[in-house]
Every structure is written in C-alpha cells, then in structure tokens.
C-alpha cells in the first residue's frame, strides 16, 4: 500500500528524502497498527499537512507582525510583534518559552515543531526519544532528519490514540489529538479526499456518499482560499468550476485527481497554518524556497495572476495577513472594491514570494493599481475609495513602497474625521495595522528622535565572513523629513569590483517614521545583497532630475528587518527623505554615476553585499 511511488502520486510536491523515509521505515507505522486502509489515509493526511505537502521538517517561525497576532493571539502583543517581527528565533522563543517543558532561554526555538508530526516543546522530544530509542532531547537536530522525524511522528501517533478516530473516518477526531485547536482541519480534509483516492486495499472502496464529501471539503477549502467571494451563487458545483476555469482545467464542477492537486498547490503556497497552542504539534503550512519559486515567480504566465486579477468582491488579505470580515454590497461600489481587491490579493501573494522576487512584482503588478486607487482616494470625497485605500495600506504593511505612506499622511490630516471612520469599517488585524503607522503621525511621536541602531548580531564580523562586500551606507546625522519625521542623512560609498578605489554619494534612508522598525523608517542596519538593476524608471519617490531607477536590496546574513520588505537604492525624489529605501541625492550626473558604479558591480561578479550602520 504505502512505497515512493504511490506517495509520489499523493504528494507531488513532497523532498524526495522525505518520500524515501517514509517508504524505508514504514515497517515501524505498521509495528504501531497503521496498516488499515483508514489508518494509512489519515496518518499521511496529517503528516501532509504537518509539513506542507511532505516539504519541510522544521516549523516556519518567520511570521510578519500581522500573523503573529493572528497565530498567536495570547501570547503576542501587537507592540511586541512589531519588535518580534521577521526574527524566526526571537519569536520561537517568545512564543514557546517556558512552556511544553522549555525551560533554557533557547529552548522554545531548539525544540521548535519538528519531524513529520511537529513535535513541539522539550518534553515531548524527550519523552518521544525515550519512546524510539533516539536522543532527541539532547540532540533536536536529529527530528528534523528525515528517519528520526518519522519514528518520533509514528511514536506521537501511537500515545496519542490516533488510530481509533482513524478507523472511524473521523478527520475531526484525529485532528483534534494533533492539534486541539483543530487548526488546519480544512487542509486536512482536502488531503484526506486524496489519500482515499491513492491508499486503498486494491479496487477503490468508493462509499456511497464520497463524491459529496470531497465536493464538500474541496469548497471549504476554496472558501478560505478566497474563491466564494468572487462567486454568486453559494452552489459548491458553482464554485468549483469557477475554480477549475481559473487554473484552466476541465470545468466539470466534479472532483478529479487534477482538480485535487491544484487545490492542494494553492494551499502549499499560502502562508499560514497551525502552529499555534499544539500540546505535540506545530503544523508547518509554509512551503519551500525552491516551490514557492515555481509556484510564484512565474505567476505573470501562470494561473494565480490570472486568478487574482480575474475576481471581483472583498478578498482574504490571505491566510497569512487575517481575512477582512466586512461585507460592502452597495453597486455603485463594485468597481472600487474589484480594484481594491485585486491589489489587497496581490500584495498578498508578494509576501509568498522569496524575497529576491518581490520588487520586481511589485513594480509590474502592483504599483498600477495602487497609483489608480491612489488617485480615486485622493480627488473623491466618498467613503468607498477612502476604505478601500486603507484596506491597501493595511495590506501593504512593513512594505518600503513610495508614495503609500505619503497618500496615507494626507488623508489623515485633511479628512480625520471620515478616515476614523473608514479605518472602523476594517476587521481588527487591518485596524491594527493602521493604527501602529497612524501613531508615527501624531506630533508627539514624530518629534522624538530616532532611536539608537541596535543590531542583533556582530555586524563587522558578519561582514568579514561574507563574499563581495562592495558598498556600504553609513549614516551620519539626522534630519527631519517633508512630512515631520526624522530621517538619516550619510553616505553611500560604492567599491570597485575590483575591491581597489571607491566613489562616495550623499544618501538619505527613512522619512515616514521615527523608528527603522516602523513601515516608511530608515532602512535597518546589517547587510543586504544588491542586485536587480532596473534603468529608466518613471515611479514617483525614485526619480530626480529627470532621471530614475532602482537596484534592490535582500536582507541577508543575519539581518533583521522587523517583517519589512521592498527595500531598494534609488534616486531620492522629489523631496528628501524615502519609505526605508536608501535614497542618493545630487544632481543628474551624479545620480547616474551612482548607478554607473552600481551596475559596474553587478556586471563583474553578479549580487555583492552592501553593509547599513547608522
């Protein structure tokens, strides 16, 4: 029943030394009575979902302010996720700490959810050690090796009493002894409609009623993905085929093996999942570098542009930024909220991209919208357009996209009264969001200075230790910015390719906020990688003297950036100051010896590092 190929067919998408562990060492799932046809289907229906399509061994602990919020919402508070923010490690510790039986500062990320089954906490890595013979208390390492993560979920499933609930078909009753909170019970049952499909004793025991029951958690699925809104009618049939035209299958409105791994494809690349309150697990719903790259990068081509740009109606900001739970029905306003909506889903899926790939995304598929839903905020006094605009913004959150933050600015201080307004409206993730970059525009906040550089690791030894260290921005003094916040001034010095001579550049970072921990401030200190020189650039906020263009920065080597992203070097205009990005000032021929140098660089030995102080 269970060898590499029948688990190939089940998950596509899965490492194929997970598949081999599996295959190898399912003499020790049979030792521990997973050897039934329904026993079989749910154990790789929850180790599937654990690790996210059989990808990955170790809980993604890399969650934007926003998620953590969501995910976490005992544990997390908003002003701590904004510090917690991008920091995988800070925040395995916060969240998991002194609990589960951590009780050493780093445990809660040594003992992370790890292995098929997501194995939370030092006390069930030591009692799951004891159970297959393994170190894994002293060593946690090895559940995250591909043997060892399998014995220990088979030994999890074994105490847990997994196969009763499993002999009866009830996916909620497995769930709920992996995870009590029963999050990612909509994953699991679209995993289940395949297992049945691929672990069978033989000839498929198709019950009576498995056709309504796959069309039933198929839709629920769909639901949370973000496709009932964009239907009409709440017909499952309906839904379906809307789904199956946008991925350009057979539009049947029926179940079908390709119908099933595109729906679970859409759920490997959405951010999000369970890891939250597990008493033995953390589920892994985040996908691979190298899958997300397939799945995204190419989306200009490929069905999720399609999709997301084919929808009208209120979206999921996406499972990994909260749900808007406001229903807008008046007609006059569908167009408004089409537009708002594909932007809001957009922005959503450049969050699942690697970070490489964002700005060029942003600048093709994003930037056009948020101009036009720019302009409609700006000229019209209606309530629409000023709420879809802060749904935008709320969704934009942590990026360094110039000209939002400004658009926002103005609508706060010229329309107060119908901006607290529209921000009501939003679900409370979109208001929470809002308010923390609201709070840089009262007086009281912008007028304080900058707070010190502080960054969480050796940064000099960091850059000793890494290749092709060509530039380097280091901030001098502080000035404060058009819009009333302080913004670093210094300078941009770029190298040879050679390592021998450098040319230096006045540069600004920051301008939108007090704190480089805050979406629209200074550019955090550490290293970035440079790459993705686009010439001729037309965007308001990276033009002067009539010329224009950008490279994009990467956080790399250690370097935390508070969840922020879109960082770039670009000419600073039209007035000084930038939203995180690092702005070179002068006149025309300077800003183009700046990017002269720059693509020198670039074309000599491809991406080099930058390092950030201020």
């Given at each position: 029943?269970?060898?590499?190929?029948?688990?190939?067919?089940?998950?596509?998408?899965?490492?194929?030394?997970?598949?081999?562990?599996?295959?190898?060492?399912?003499?020790?799932?049979?030792?521990?009575?997973?050897?039934?046809?329904?026993?079989?289907?749910?154990?790789?229906?929850?180790?599937?979902?654990?690790?996210?399509?059989?990808?990955?061994?170790?809980?993604?602990?890399?969650?934007s302010a926003?998620?953590l919020?969501?995910?976490?919402?005992?544990?997390?508070?908003?002003?701590?996720?904004?510090?917690?923010?991008?920091?995988?490690?800070?925040?395995a510790?916060?969240?998991?700490g002194?609990?589960?039986?951590?009780?050493?500062?780093?445990?809660?990320?040594?003992?992370?959810?790890?292995?098929?089954?997501?194995?939370t906490?030092?006390?069930?890595?030591?009692?799951?050690?004891?159970?297959?013979?393994?170190?894994?208390?002293?060593?946690?390492?090895?559940?995250?090796?591909?043997?060892?993560?399998?014995?220990?979920a088979?030994?999890?499933?074994?105490?847990?009493?997994?196969?009763?609930?499993?002999?009866?078909?009830?996916?909620?009753?497995?769930?709920?002894?992996?995870?009590p909170?029963?999050?990612?019970?909509?994953?699991?049952?679209?995993?289940?409609?395949?297992?049945?499909?691929?672990?069978?004793?033989?000839?498929?025991?198709?019950?009576?009623?498995?056709?309504?029951?796959?069309?039933?958690?198929?839709?629920?699925?769909?639901?949370?993905?973000?496709?009932?809104?964009?239907?009409?009618?709440?017909?499952?049939?309906?839904?379906?085929?809307?789904?199956?035209?946008?991925?350009?299958?057979?539009?049947t409105g029926?179940?079908?093996?390709?119908?099933?791994?595109?729906?679970?494809?859409?759920?490997?690349?959405?951010?999000?999942?369970?890891a939250?309150l597990?008493?033995?697990?953390?589920?892994?719903?985040?996908r691979?570098?190298?899958?997300?790259?397939?799945?995204?990068?190419?989306?200009?081509?490929g069905?999720l542009?399609?999709e997301?740009?084919?929808?009208?109606?209120?979206?999921?900001?996406?499972?990994?930024?909260?749900?808007?739970?406001?229903?807008?029905?008046?007609?006059?306003?569908?167009?408004?909220?089409?537009?708002a909506?594909?932007?809001?889903?957009?922005?959503?899926?450049?969050?699942?991209?690697?970070?490489?790939?964002?700005?060029?995304?942003?600048?093709?598929?994003?930037?056009?919208?948020?101009?036009?839903?720019?302009?409609?905020?700006?000229?019209?006094?209606?309530?629409?357009?000023?709420?879809?605009?802060?749904?935008?913004?709320?969704?934009?959150?942590?990026?360094?996209?110039?000209?939002?933050?400004?658009?926002?600015?103005?609508?706060?201080?010229?329309?107060?009264?119908?901006?607290?307004?529209?921000?009501?409206?939003l679900?409370?993730?979109?208001?929470?969001?809002?308010?923390?970059?609201?709070e840089?525009f009262?007086p009281?906040?912008?007028?304080?200075?900058?707070?010190?550089?502080?960054?969480?690791?050796?940064?000099?030894?960091?850059?000793?230790?890494?290749?092709?260290?060509?530039?380097?921005?280091?901030?001098?003094?502080?000035?404060?910015?058009r819009?009333?916040?302080?913004?670093?001034?210094?300078?941009?010095?770029?190298?040879?390719?050679?390592?021998?001579?450098?040319?230096?550049?006045?540069?600004?970072?920051?301008?939108?906020?007090?704190?480089?921990?805050?979406?629209?401030?200074?550019?955090?200190?550490?290293?970035?990688?440079?790459?993705?020189?686009?010439?001729?650039?037309?965007?308001?906020?990276?033009?002067?003297?009539?010329?224009?263009?950008?490279?994009?920065?990467?956080?790399?080597?250690?370097?935390?950036?508070?969840?922020?992203?879109l960082?770039?070097?670009?000419?600073?205009?039209?007035?000084?100051?930038?939203?995180?990005?690092?702005?070179?000032?002068?006149?025309?021929?300077?800003?183009?010896?700046?990017?002269?140098?720059?693509?020198?660089g670039?074309?000599?030995?491809?991406?080099?590092?930058?390092?950030?102080r201020?």
């Open positions: 029943m269970i060898d590499a190929a029948s688990i190939r067919r089940f998950a596509p998408n899965a490492r194929p030394e997970l598949t081999q562990a599996i295959a190898a060492n399912w003499h020790h799932a049979e030792s521990a009575e997973i050897a039934t046809s329904r026993r079989v289907q749910h154990f790789m229906t929850q180790i599937a979902h654990e690790t996210n399509g059989l990808a990955r061994l170790d809980e993604n602990m890399n969650y926003a998620r919020v969501e995910v976490f919402p005992r544990r997390v508070t908003p002003a701590q996720a904004r510090i917690l923010a991008g920091n995988p490690k800070a925040i510790n916060h969240v998991y002194g609990r589960l039986g951590n009780h050493l500062p780093n445990d809660g990320w040594d003992y992370r959810g790890s292995g098929f089954i997501q194995l906490g030092r006390e069930n890595f030591r009692k799951r050690g004891a159970e297959i013979g393994m170190p894994l208390e002293e060593n946690p390492e090895l559940c995250r090796e591909p043997g060892p993560g399998f014995l220990a088979v030994a999890y499933w074994k105490v847990a009493g997994c196969n009763d609930p499993a002999e009866r078909d009830d996916v909620r009753g497995v769930r709920k002894r992996i995870n909170a029963l999050a990612g019970l909509a994953e699991c049952k679209v995993w289940l409609a395949k297992a049945k499909r691929v672990f069978t004793d033989g000839a498929r025991a198709f019950e009576p009623n498995a056709a309504a029951s796959e069309l039933e958690a198929v839709g629920e699925m769909l639901g949370t993905l973000g496709y009932a809104e964009g239907v009409r009618s709440a017909d499952p049939d309906m839904l379906l085929r809307s789904f199956q035209e946008a991925r350009g299958l057979n539009a029926r179940v079908d093996d390709a119908t099933l791994d595109a729906v679970i494809e859409e759920m490997e690349q959405f951010d999000g999942g369970s939250a597990p008493p033995g697990s953390g589920s892994v719903a985040s691979s570098a190298e899958l997300l790259v397939i799945g995204l990068v190419g989306v200009a081509s069905f542009l399609a997301a740009l084919g929808r009208g109606g209120e979206k999921p900001l996406a499972r990994g930024g909260g749900r808007d739970s406001t229903t807008r029905g008046a007609s006059s306003a569908v167009q408004s909220e089409s537009t909506a594909q932007a809001v889903r957009l922005l959503g899926l450049l969050r699942r991209l690697p970070e490489a790939a964002r700005s060029e995304f942003y600048d093709e598929q994003i930037a056009s919208i948020l101009n036009e839903l720019a302009r409609r905020a700006t000229s019209s006094r209606g309530s629409d357009s000023l709420t879809d605009w802060l749904q935008v913004q709320a969704a934009a959150d942590g990026l360094a996209a110039e000209g939002l933050g400004e658009v926002t600015l103005e609508l706060y201080q010229t329309r107060r009264a119908a901006f607290d307004a529209a921000m009501a409206q679900s409370l993730e979109q208001q929470l969001a809002l308010k923390a970059l609201t840089e009262e009281a906040s912008s007028s304080r200075a900058l707070p010190p550089a502080f960054p969480t690791f050796d940064l000099e030894a960091n850059a000793r230790s890494v290749p092709r260290v060509l530039a380097s921005f280091d901030g001098t003094s502080v000035f404060t910015s819009r009333g916040f302080p913004a670093i001034e210094g300078i941009l010095a770029i190298h040879a390719a050679d390592g021998l001579g450098e040319v230096v550049f006045q540069a600004t970072s920051g301008g939108g906020a007090r704190d480089f921990r805050a979406t629209n401030g200074p550019l955090p200190p550490g290293i970035y990688r440079v790459s993705n020189h686009r010439p001729n650039r037309t965007t308001v906020g990276m033009v002067a003297h009539g010329v224009g263009y950008s490279f994009d920065l990467d956080p790399t080597d250690g370097t935390q950036v508070f969840g922020r992203s960082f770039r070097i670009h000419p600073d205009g039209p007035s000084r100051g930038t939203n995180g990005c690092i702005g070179v000032e002068g006149n025309a021929a300077t800003l183009r010896a700046c990017e002269a140098r720059i693509a020198a670039l074309r000599a030995g491809g991406p080099f590092r930058i390092i950030v201020h």
